[in-house]
Protein backbone atom coordinates (compact mmCIF):
# COMPACT_ATOMS: atom_id res chain seq x y z
CA UNK A 1 0.00 0.00 0.00
CA UNK A 2 1.32 3.66 -0.16
CA UNK A 3 3.78 4.51 2.47
CA UNK A 4 3.45 7.63 4.71
CA UNK A 5 6.18 9.33 6.41
CA UNK A 6 8.21 7.11 9.15
CA UNK A 7 5.97 6.73 12.54
CA UNK A 8 7.23 4.22 15.54
CA UNK A 9 4.06 2.35 15.26
CA UNK A 10 4.23 1.05 11.52
CA UNK A 11 7.63 -0.63 12.16
CA UNK A 12 8.26 -4.48 12.48
CA UNK A 13 11.86 -5.72 14.01
CA UNK A 14 14.35 -5.53 10.58
CA UNK A 15 15.75 -8.59 10.16
CA UNK A 16 19.44 -7.38 9.92
CA UNK A 17 18.90 -5.92 13.46
CA UNK A 18 21.74 -7.11 15.90
CA UNK A 19 21.08 -7.26 19.64
CA UNK A 20 24.91 -6.69 20.97
CA UNK A 21 24.49 -2.99 20.09
CA UNK A 22 24.06 -1.92 22.80
CA UNK A 23 20.85 -2.08 22.82
CA UNK A 24 20.52 -3.99 26.71
CA UNK A 25 19.53 -1.94 29.79
CA UNK A 26 22.07 -0.13 32.15
CA UNK A 27 21.79 -3.05 34.33
CA UNK A 28 22.73 -5.48 31.44
CA UNK A 29 25.67 -3.57 30.37
CA UNK A 30 29.68 -5.43 30.14
CA UNK A 31 31.61 -5.52 32.77
CA UNK A 32 33.66 -2.28 32.94
CA UNK A 33 37.20 -2.62 32.78
CA UNK A 34 39.92 -1.76 35.17
CA UNK A 35 41.58 1.72 34.90
CA UNK A 36 40.77 4.30 33.06
CA UNK A 37 39.78 3.49 29.79
CA UNK A 38 40.09 5.28 26.74
CA UNK A 39 40.34 9.12 27.32
CA UNK A 40 40.70 12.28 25.52
CA UNK A 41 43.95 11.24 24.29
CA UNK A 42 43.51 7.45 23.40
CA UNK A 43 43.45 6.30 19.28
CA UNK A 44 41.12 4.21 18.03
CA UNK A 45 43.49 2.72 15.67
CA UNK A 46 45.77 1.48 18.42
CA UNK A 47 44.96 -2.44 19.48
CA UNK A 48 41.38 -4.24 19.12
CA UNK A 49 38.32 -2.18 17.64
CA UNK A 50 36.86 -0.08 20.45
CA UNK A 51 33.00 -0.63 20.32
CA UNK A 52 32.93 2.67 23.23
CA UNK A 53 34.56 6.28 23.37
CA UNK A 54 34.14 9.32 24.71
CA UNK A 55 32.95 12.18 22.56
CA UNK A 56 36.69 14.05 23.35
CA UNK A 57 38.25 10.38 22.11
CA UNK A 58 36.45 10.60 19.01
CA UNK A 59 37.14 14.00 18.00
CA UNK A 60 40.43 13.90 18.96
CA UNK A 61 40.50 11.28 16.31
CA UNK A 62 38.98 12.97 14.01
CA UNK A 63 41.67 15.09 13.83
CA UNK A 64 44.95 13.28 14.28
CA UNK A 65 44.19 10.50 11.81
CA UNK A 66 41.83 9.85 8.61
CA UNK A 67 40.81 6.29 9.10
CA UNK A 68 38.25 4.88 6.84
CA UNK A 69 35.97 3.67 9.21
CA UNK A 70 36.12 7.18 10.71
CA UNK A 71 35.46 8.98 7.76
CA UNK A 72 32.48 6.72 6.77
CA UNK A 73 31.49 7.56 10.37
CA UNK A 74 31.35 11.13 9.93
CA UNK A 75 28.54 10.80 7.85
CA UNK A 76 25.87 9.39 10.79
CA UNK A 77 27.60 11.41 13.75
CA UNK A 78 28.79 15.32 11.94
CA UNK A 79 25.42 16.78 13.24
CA UNK A 80 26.45 15.83 17.13
CA UNK A 81 30.09 16.64 17.25
CA UNK A 82 30.50 19.73 15.25
CA UNK A 83 29.85 22.79 17.93
CA UNK A 84 32.69 20.50 20.06
CA UNK A 85 34.68 20.25 17.27
CA UNK A 86 35.31 23.86 15.82
CA UNK A 87 36.48 24.17 19.18
CA UNK A 88 39.55 22.25 18.75
CA UNK A 89 40.11 24.40 15.76
CA UNK A 90 40.38 27.24 17.37
CA UNK A 91 44.23 26.69 18.23
CA UNK A 92 46.99 27.76 15.98
CA UNK A 93 49.40 24.71 17.52
CA UNK A 94 47.08 22.67 16.38
CA UNK A 95 46.08 23.84 13.02
CA UNK A 96 49.86 23.86 11.76
CA UNK A 97 50.28 20.49 12.95
CA UNK A 98 46.82 18.87 11.74
CA UNK A 99 46.29 21.34 8.72
CA UNK A 100 46.63 18.66 5.82
CA UNK A 101 43.88 16.13 8.20
CA UNK A 102 41.62 19.50 8.78
CA UNK A 103 41.06 20.22 4.81
CA UNK A 104 40.93 17.02 4.66
CA UNK A 105 38.16 16.60 7.02
CA UNK A 106 36.79 20.00 5.84
CA UNK A 107 36.30 18.54 1.81
CA UNK A 108 34.59 15.30 3.38
CA UNK A 109 32.36 17.51 5.07
CA UNK A 110 31.13 20.00 2.48
CA UNK A 111 30.81 17.36 -0.30
CA UNK A 112 28.96 15.07 2.18
CA UNK A 113 26.61 17.47 3.90
CA UNK A 114 26.38 20.77 1.56
CA UNK A 115 22.92 21.48 2.83
CA UNK A 116 24.59 22.13 6.47
CA UNK A 117 26.01 25.71 4.70
CA UNK A 118 22.69 26.42 3.53
CA UNK A 119 22.19 27.72 7.59
CA UNK A 120 24.02 31.20 7.17
CA UNK A 121 25.51 30.42 10.56
CA UNK A 122 27.18 27.52 9.54
CA UNK A 123 28.76 29.40 6.73
CA UNK A 124 30.28 31.93 9.76
CA UNK A 125 31.51 29.41 10.85
CA UNK A 126 33.39 27.86 8.20
CA UNK A 127 34.44 31.20 6.65
CA UNK A 128 35.61 31.54 10.51
CA UNK A 129 37.80 28.17 10.23
CA UNK A 130 39.37 28.93 6.66
CA UNK A 131 40.67 32.48 8.00
CA UNK A 132 42.50 30.30 11.51
CA UNK A 133 43.96 27.99 8.68
CA UNK A 134 44.62 29.66 5.43
CA UNK A 135 47.45 31.79 6.40
CA UNK A 136 49.20 28.82 8.11
CA UNK A 137 50.14 27.64 4.68
CA UNK A 138 50.08 29.19 1.03
CA UNK A 139 48.81 26.15 -0.94
CA UNK A 140 45.87 26.16 1.70
CA UNK A 141 44.41 28.84 0.24
CA UNK A 142 43.83 27.26 -3.35
CA UNK A 143 42.52 24.45 -1.65
CA UNK A 144 40.22 26.17 0.56
CA UNK A 145 38.51 28.13 -2.95
CA UNK A 146 37.99 25.30 -4.22
CA UNK A 147 36.10 23.91 -1.68
CA UNK A 148 34.00 26.68 -1.36
CA UNK A 149 33.56 27.03 -5.05
CA UNK A 150 32.53 23.22 -5.18
CA UNK A 151 30.10 24.00 -2.20
CA UNK A 152 28.50 27.11 -3.39
CA UNK A 153 27.86 24.53 -7.41
CA UNK A 154 26.27 21.95 -5.04
CA UNK A 155 24.39 24.35 -3.43
CA UNK A 156 22.79 25.57 -6.27
CA UNK A 157 22.22 22.25 -7.82
CA UNK A 158 20.47 21.37 -4.58
CA UNK A 159 18.05 24.73 -5.22
CA UNK A 160 17.41 23.95 -8.48
CA UNK A 161 16.39 20.11 -8.21
CA UNK A 162 13.97 21.65 -5.26
CA UNK A 163 12.80 23.69 -7.37
CA UNK A 164 11.74 20.60 -10.00
CA UNK A 165 9.73 19.01 -7.12
CA UNK A 166 8.08 21.96 -6.28
CA UNK A 167 6.96 22.20 -10.02
CA UNK A 168 6.25 18.26 -10.48
CA UNK A 169 4.60 18.79 -7.48
CA UNK A 170 2.05 21.33 -8.71
CA UNK A 171 1.38 20.21 -11.56
CA UNK A 172 0.48 16.73 -10.49
CA UNK A 173 -2.02 18.42 -8.12
CA UNK A 174 -3.58 20.41 -10.19
CA UNK A 175 -4.58 17.17 -12.42
CA UNK A 176 -5.96 15.18 -9.59
CA UNK A 177 -8.09 18.11 -8.98
CA UNK A 178 -9.56 17.71 -12.08
CA UNK A 179 -10.00 14.06 -12.22
CA UNK A 180 -11.70 13.72 -8.76
CA UNK A 181 -14.81 15.95 -10.45
CA UNK A 182 -14.99 14.47 -13.52
CA UNK A 183 -16.67 11.22 -14.23
CA UNK A 184 -14.52 8.16 -14.36
CA UNK A 185 -12.74 7.59 -17.10
CA UNK A 186 -12.19 11.52 -17.70
CA UNK A 187 -8.55 10.99 -18.97
CA UNK A 188 -8.05 10.89 -22.67
CA UNK A 189 -4.27 9.49 -22.45
CA UNK A 190 -3.36 6.46 -20.70
CA UNK A 191 -0.34 4.33 -19.93
CA UNK A 192 -0.32 2.24 -23.24
CA UNK A 193 -0.77 4.86 -25.65
CA UNK A 194 2.41 6.65 -23.98
CA UNK A 195 5.07 3.57 -23.83
CA UNK A 196 3.27 -0.23 -24.53
CA UNK A 197 7.05 -1.83 -23.64
CA UNK A 198 7.13 -2.97 -20.52
CA UNK A 199 11.03 -3.36 -20.58
CA UNK A 200 11.03 0.85 -21.87
CA UNK A 201 8.82 1.86 -18.32
CA UNK A 202 10.87 -0.32 -16.45
CA UNK A 203 13.88 1.93 -17.73
CA UNK A 204 12.12 5.33 -17.63
CA UNK A 205 10.63 4.21 -14.22
CA UNK A 206 14.40 3.77 -13.40
CA UNK A 207 15.17 6.98 -14.09
CA UNK A 208 13.10 8.39 -11.90
CA UNK A 209 13.85 6.77 -8.86
CA UNK A 210 18.03 7.09 -9.61
CA UNK A 211 16.58 10.97 -10.12
CA UNK A 212 15.24 11.05 -6.33
CA UNK A 213 17.99 9.11 -5.07
CA UNK A 214 20.80 11.15 -6.15
CA UNK A 215 18.91 14.34 -4.34
CA UNK A 216 18.92 12.46 -1.30
CA UNK A 217 21.85 13.15 1.40
CA UNK A 218 23.04 11.01 4.44
CA UNK A 219 22.25 13.88 6.54
CA UNK A 220 18.21 13.72 5.71
CA UNK A 221 18.31 9.89 7.36
CA UNK A 222 19.80 11.60 10.32
CA UNK A 223 17.31 14.76 10.33
CA UNK A 224 14.54 12.13 10.19
CA UNK A 225 14.66 11.27 13.00
CA UNK A 226 16.84 13.64 15.16
CA UNK A 227 15.38 16.93 15.88
CA UNK A 228 18.20 17.97 18.49
CA UNK A 229 22.03 16.63 19.45
CA UNK A 230 21.30 13.86 21.72
CA UNK A 231 24.80 13.57 22.56
CA UNK A 232 24.90 16.87 24.29
CA UNK A 233 21.79 18.47 26.57
CA UNK A 234 23.30 21.98 25.84
CA UNK A 235 21.80 24.17 23.15
CA UNK A 236 22.56 22.47 19.24
CA UNK A 237 24.71 23.82 16.64
CA UNK A 238 22.51 24.61 14.10
CA UNK A 239 19.76 27.94 14.39
CA UNK A 240 17.47 26.42 11.93
CA UNK A 241 15.86 23.14 13.72
CA UNK A 242 13.59 22.57 10.74
CA UNK A 243 14.05 19.07 9.78
CA UNK A 244 15.95 19.25 6.01
CA UNK A 245 13.98 16.43 4.99
CA UNK A 246 12.71 17.86 1.64
CA UNK A 247 14.06 15.49 -1.10
CA UNK A 248 13.47 12.05 1.49
CA UNK A 249 10.07 13.21 1.48
CA UNK A 250 9.54 13.87 -2.01
CA UNK A 251 10.47 10.17 -2.94
CA UNK A 252 7.94 8.75 -0.51
CA UNK A 253 5.82 10.99 -2.34
CA UNK A 254 6.54 9.33 -5.82
CA UNK A 255 6.22 6.08 -4.43
CA UNK A 256 2.76 7.13 -3.44
CA UNK A 257 1.97 8.48 -6.92
CA UNK A 258 3.11 5.55 -8.51
CA UNK A 259 0.97 3.22 -6.69
CA UNK A 260 -2.14 5.21 -7.41
CA UNK A 261 -1.03 6.03 -10.95
CA UNK A 262 -1.49 2.07 -11.43
CA UNK A 263 -4.32 1.90 -9.68
CA UNK A 264 -6.06 4.38 -11.91
CA UNK A 265 -4.99 3.16 -14.87
CA UNK A 266 -5.89 -0.53 -14.39
CA UNK A 267 -9.18 1.44 -13.32
CA UNK A 268 -10.05 3.81 -15.42
CA UNK A 269 -10.65 1.57 -19.30
CA UNK A 270 -14.52 0.51 -19.59
CA UNK A 271 -13.85 -2.55 -21.55
CA UNK A 272 -12.88 -5.60 -18.98
CA UNK A 273 -10.48 -6.81 -21.36
CA UNK A 274 -8.71 -3.68 -21.70
CA UNK A 275 -8.39 -3.66 -17.83
CA UNK A 276 -6.97 -7.26 -18.27
CA UNK A 277 -4.62 -6.03 -20.84
CA UNK A 278 -2.98 -3.46 -18.48
CA UNK A 279 -2.66 -5.55 -15.49
CA UNK A 280 -0.67 -7.84 -17.82
CA UNK A 281 1.17 -5.02 -18.61
CA UNK A 282 2.03 -3.65 -15.23
CA UNK A 283 2.86 -6.94 -14.33
CA UNK A 284 5.18 -7.20 -17.05
CA UNK A 285 6.38 -4.21 -16.61
CA UNK A 286 7.31 -5.14 -12.39
CA UNK A 287 9.17 -7.91 -13.82
CA UNK A 288 11.38 -6.11 -15.22
CA UNK A 289 12.12 -3.60 -12.70
CA UNK A 290 13.11 -6.41 -10.46
CA UNK A 291 15.31 -7.38 -13.03
CA UNK A 292 16.85 -4.20 -13.30
CA UNK A 293 17.56 -3.97 -9.45
CA UNK A 294 14.49 -1.27 -9.05
CA UNK A 295 12.83 -2.63 -5.82
CA UNK A 296 11.38 0.78 -5.51
CA UNK A 297 9.13 0.76 -8.63
CA UNK A 298 8.66 -2.85 -8.08
CA UNK A 299 7.17 -2.75 -4.44
CA UNK A 300 4.58 0.32 -5.63
CA UNK A 301 3.80 -1.51 -8.84
CA UNK A 302 2.51 -4.51 -6.60
CA UNK A 303 1.11 -2.24 -4.15
CA UNK A 304 -0.69 -0.33 -6.38
CA UNK A 305 -2.65 -3.61 -7.77
CA UNK A 306 -3.04 -4.42 -4.64
CA UNK A 307 -4.79 -1.21 -3.89
CA UNK A 308 -8.47 -2.83 -2.91
CA UNK A 309 -10.37 -0.37 -6.02
CA UNK A 310 -8.25 -3.31 -8.25
CA UNK A 311 -8.20 -6.15 -6.22
CA UNK A 312 -11.81 -6.33 -5.81
CA UNK A 313 -12.14 -6.41 -9.87
CA UNK A 314 -12.36 -10.16 -9.51
CA UNK A 315 -13.79 -10.47 -13.35
CA UNK A 316 -11.22 -8.50 -14.69
CA UNK A 317 -8.53 -10.50 -13.20
CA UNK A 318 -10.39 -13.21 -14.29
CA UNK A 319 -8.86 -12.41 -17.50
CA UNK A 320 -5.73 -11.31 -16.97
CA UNK A 321 -2.41 -13.77 -16.94
CA UNK A 322 -1.62 -13.37 -13.79
CA UNK A 323 1.22 -16.26 -12.98
CA UNK A 324 4.26 -13.59 -12.80
CA UNK A 325 2.55 -11.63 -10.31
CA UNK A 326 1.86 -13.99 -8.22
CA UNK A 327 6.19 -14.93 -8.19
CA UNK A 328 6.13 -11.50 -7.88
CA UNK A 329 4.03 -11.07 -5.36
CA UNK A 330 6.43 -13.79 -3.53
CA UNK A 331 9.68 -11.63 -3.86
CA UNK A 332 7.95 -8.81 -2.20
CA UNK A 333 5.86 -10.74 0.78
CA UNK A 334 6.56 -9.70 4.10
CA UNK A 335 6.81 -12.55 5.59
CA UNK A 336 9.65 -12.82 7.33
CA UNK A 337 10.52 -9.13 7.98
CA UNK A 338 10.62 -9.53 3.95
CA UNK A 339 13.21 -12.47 3.81
CA UNK A 340 12.51 -12.73 0.04
CA UNK A 341 13.12 -9.61 -0.49
CA UNK A 342 16.30 -9.10 1.94
CA UNK A 343 17.87 -12.17 -0.07
CA UNK A 344 17.03 -10.73 -3.71
CA UNK A 345 18.30 -7.34 -2.86
CA UNK A 346 21.85 -9.24 -0.78
CA UNK A 347 22.03 -11.04 -4.67
CA UNK A 348 21.64 -7.48 -6.49
CA UNK A 349 24.48 -5.78 -3.73
CA UNK A 350 26.54 -8.84 -4.66
CA UNK A 351 26.26 -8.24 -8.27
CA UNK A 352 26.82 -4.13 -8.17
CA UNK A 353 30.15 -4.23 -6.58
CA UNK A 354 31.52 -6.91 -9.54
CA UNK A 355 30.05 -5.60 -12.09
CA UNK A 356 31.38 -4.42 -15.31
CA UNK A 357 28.68 -1.72 -16.19
CA UNK A 358 26.73 0.80 -14.72
CA UNK A 359 23.70 -1.68 -15.86
CA UNK A 360 24.45 -4.07 -13.51
CA UNK A 361 25.47 -1.12 -10.65
CA UNK A 362 21.97 -0.67 -10.05
CA UNK A 363 20.75 -1.39 -7.27
CA UNK A 364 17.39 0.74 -6.06
CA UNK A 365 15.85 -0.56 -2.61
CA UNK A 366 12.52 -0.66 -1.35
CA UNK A 367 12.92 2.90 0.16
CA UNK A 368 10.03 2.50 3.07
CA UNK A 369 12.04 -0.18 4.47
CA UNK A 370 15.19 1.02 4.02
CA UNK A 371 14.26 4.09 6.39
CA UNK A 372 12.37 1.87 8.65
CA UNK A 373 15.51 -0.09 9.61
CA UNK A 374 17.53 2.80 10.06
CA UNK A 375 14.70 3.75 12.76
CA UNK A 376 15.33 0.79 14.69
CA UNK A 377 18.71 0.80 14.69
CA UNK A 378 18.47 4.26 15.44
CA UNK A 379 15.80 4.14 18.13
CA UNK A 380 16.53 0.64 19.32
CA UNK A 381 20.05 1.00 20.41
CA UNK A 382 21.34 3.88 23.03
CA UNK A 383 23.70 7.01 21.43
CA UNK A 384 25.66 6.87 25.22
CA UNK A 385 26.22 4.11 26.91
CA UNK A 386 26.10 4.30 31.40
CA UNK A 387 29.49 4.76 31.38
CA UNK A 388 28.78 8.31 29.15
CA UNK A 389 31.14 6.59 26.29
CA UNK A 390 29.72 7.17 22.62
CA UNK A 391 28.35 4.07 21.73
CA UNK A 392 30.65 3.68 18.92
CA UNK A 393 29.78 0.61 17.04
CA UNK A 394 25.81 1.70 17.04
CA UNK A 395 27.24 4.33 15.00
CA UNK A 396 29.43 2.39 12.74
CA UNK A 397 26.58 0.20 11.28
CA UNK A 398 24.15 3.21 10.91
CA UNK A 399 27.24 4.61 8.90
CA UNK A 400 27.31 1.21 7.30
CA UNK A 401 23.68 1.29 6.19
CA UNK A 402 23.62 4.85 4.62
CA UNK A 403 27.15 4.07 3.00
CA UNK A 404 25.53 1.44 1.13
CA UNK A 405 23.02 3.77 0.22
CA UNK A 406 25.12 6.01 -0.92
CA UNK A 407 27.34 3.84 -2.91
CA UNK A 408 23.30 2.89 -4.54
CA UNK A 409 23.22 6.05 -5.36
CA UNK A 410 25.48 7.46 -7.01
CA UNK A 411 25.38 5.26 -10.14
CA UNK A 412 24.48 6.63 -13.50
CA UNK A 413 21.29 5.40 -15.11
CA UNK A 414 22.65 3.94 -18.41
CA UNK A 415 19.17 3.99 -20.20
CA UNK A 416 18.41 7.17 -22.59
CA UNK A 417 15.46 8.97 -21.41
CA UNK A 418 12.19 9.25 -22.97
CA UNK A 419 10.61 12.77 -22.33
CA UNK A 420 7.53 11.77 -23.26
CA UNK A 421 7.40 8.82 -21.08
CA UNK A 422 8.77 10.64 -17.88
CA UNK A 423 6.47 13.75 -18.77
CA UNK A 424 3.59 11.12 -18.49
CA UNK A 425 4.60 9.79 -15.29
CA UNK A 426 5.41 13.03 -13.37
CA UNK A 427 2.39 14.67 -14.74
CA UNK A 428 -0.63 12.35 -15.81
CA UNK A 429 -3.99 12.68 -13.43
CA UNK A 430 -4.48 10.19 -10.98
CA UNK A 431 -7.46 9.51 -9.37
CA UNK A 432 -7.96 9.76 -5.18
CA UNK A 433 -8.72 6.79 -3.31
CA UNK A 434 -12.23 7.85 -3.70
CA UNK A 435 -12.13 8.25 -7.43
CA UNK A 436 -10.48 4.68 -7.74
CA UNK A 437 -13.93 3.15 -5.98
CA UNK A 438 -16.26 5.05 -7.53
CA UNK A 439 -14.01 3.88 -11.01
CA UNK A 440 -14.06 0.14 -9.80
CA UNK A 441 -18.25 0.35 -9.42
CA UNK A 442 -18.29 1.95 -12.20
CA UNK A 443 -16.68 -0.83 -14.09
CA UNK A 444 -18.16 -3.91 -11.76
CA UNK A 445 -21.17 -3.31 -9.76
CA UNK A 446 -20.99 -3.43 -5.97
CA UNK A 447 -21.20 -6.90 -4.77
CA UNK A 448 -22.65 -5.87 -1.25
CA UNK A 449 -24.23 -3.23 0.78
CA UNK A 450 -21.29 -1.69 2.00
CA UNK A 451 -20.06 -1.35 -1.57
CA UNK A 452 -23.70 -0.17 -2.69
CA UNK A 453 -23.98 2.66 0.07
CA UNK A 454 -20.29 3.62 -0.51
CA UNK A 455 -20.99 3.70 -4.48
CA UNK A 456 -24.65 5.85 -3.37
CA UNK A 457 -22.52 8.29 -1.66
CA UNK A 458 -19.45 8.62 -4.33
CA UNK A 459 -21.35 9.41 -7.25
CA UNK A 460 -23.19 12.82 -6.53
CA UNK A 461 -20.07 13.53 -4.33
CA UNK A 462 -17.48 13.53 -7.21
CA UNK A 463 -19.69 13.65 -10.75
CA UNK A 464 -21.56 16.93 -9.54
Not at 359 to 366: A, C, G, M, Y
Amino acid sequence: MPQTACSGTMFTTPSGFSPHLACAEPGEEEAPQEGPGPGPGACLSDGPPITSASLDTLIQNLVRTYLLHVSILITAVFPFILCRYFCLLCYKAKVRKFGPKILQLLTEWTETFPSDFRDEKMVGHLKDIIHRIAPCDEAYWKTLNQVLQKLSQRLSLMSQGEESIVKVSLNASSDKLVAFKTKPPPIQKDILSICNDPYTLAQQLTHVELEHLSRIGPEEFVQAFVQKDPLDGTQPCFSDQKKKTSNLEAYVRWFNRLCYLVATEICMPAKKKQRAQVIEFFIDVARECFNIGNFNSLMAIISGMNMSPVSRLKKTWSKAKTAKFFILEHQMDPTGNFYNYRTALRGAAHRSQTANSNRERIVIPFFSLLIKDIYFLNEGCANRLPNGHVNFEKFVELARQVGEFMTWKQVECPFEEDRAILHYLHTAPIFSEDGLYLASYESESPENQVEKDRWKALRPALLN
